[in-house]
């Protein structure tokens, strides 16, 4: 039971390159998120899933995009990555969308837009 | 002014020591409330959740103060293993949303 994955860990882009983040969950879980999380600042989300095809905006969507075609896949793209996008992204599912569920939360990814 | 604060630290204490962290909520109408601890270049892992009450679990006590809008967080014999980045999180609405604090940090010396 590998829990909440995240491919790549490491990622150095250039301005204006794009990329996507992957993540897998295998708790059959219906909620994913997607967080950024920066010096001096707590976590803040970037998109979010509620079930299989759906996806909805966070508190900073800007300059991202999510697709989730599968239950466990929920994928986070860069368009044309900025260094303000430098940052580490972590992915997070929950069992259904309650507020007392806990988050479990996959090892995170760096990247670094230079 | 930000929906969830906390000192940032670090609090650097002895082994054995007490400590506690407190978090402030801006939002009275907030629901559930959580203690996440993040390890250095880790994920976040959920370390208590607090209910009105009051909750313990082992060497860790949770609080809330509702009138005062804070939560607390206190661990007593500090261990080596216990410095991390504490984190507090307070969900606004009753729903899915977690608005996380920026963490506080601790360091235990042996």
């Known amino acids: 039971n590998a829990g909440v994955t995240q491919t790549p860990k490491f990622r150095v882009l250039k301005t204006g390159q794009s990329m996507t983040l992957l993540c897998a969950q295998d708790m059959n879980h219906e909620y994913m998120y997607w967080y950024r999380q920066d010096p001096g600042m707590g976590l803040r989300l970037i998109h979010y899933?509620?079930?299989?095809?759906?996806?909805a905006k966070g508190e900073v969507p800007d300059g991202y995009n999510v697709s989730r075609l599968k239950k466990q896949n929920f994928l986070l793209g860069l368009e044309s990555a900025a260094p303000s996008q430098t940052s580490v992204y972590f992915c997070?599912?929950?069992?259904?969308?309650?507020?007392?569920?806990?988050?479990?939360f996959g090892p995170g990814t760096r990247l670094t837009v230079l | 002014r930000k929906e969830v604060e906390q000192d940032p630290g670090p609090f650097n204490v002895p082994e054995g020591a007490t400590v506690a962290f407190n978090c402030t909520y801006s939002?009275?109408?907030?629901?559930?409330f959580f203690w996440y601890r993040q390890d250095c270049r880790k994920e976040p892992k959920l370390l208590m959740s607090v209910y009105s009450s009051g909750n313990e679990d082992g060497r860790f006590t949770a609080q809330l103060n509702r009138a005062s809008q804070y939560i607390s967080l206190l661990i007593r014999d500090s261990k080596l293993s216990d410095s991390a980045t504490y984190l507090c999180?307070?969900?606004?609405?009753?729903?899915?949303?977690?608005?996380f604090g920026s963490g506080t940090r601790l360091l235990v010396r042996p």
């Open positions: 997070a599912s929950t069992p259904l969308g309650g507020a007392t569920d806990t988050q479990y």
């Open positions: 899933s509620v079930g299989e095809g759906t996806t």
């Open positions: 999180v307070v969900n606004m609405d009753s729903s899915y949303k977690l608005i």
């Open positions: 939002n009275s109408a907030s629901q559930s």
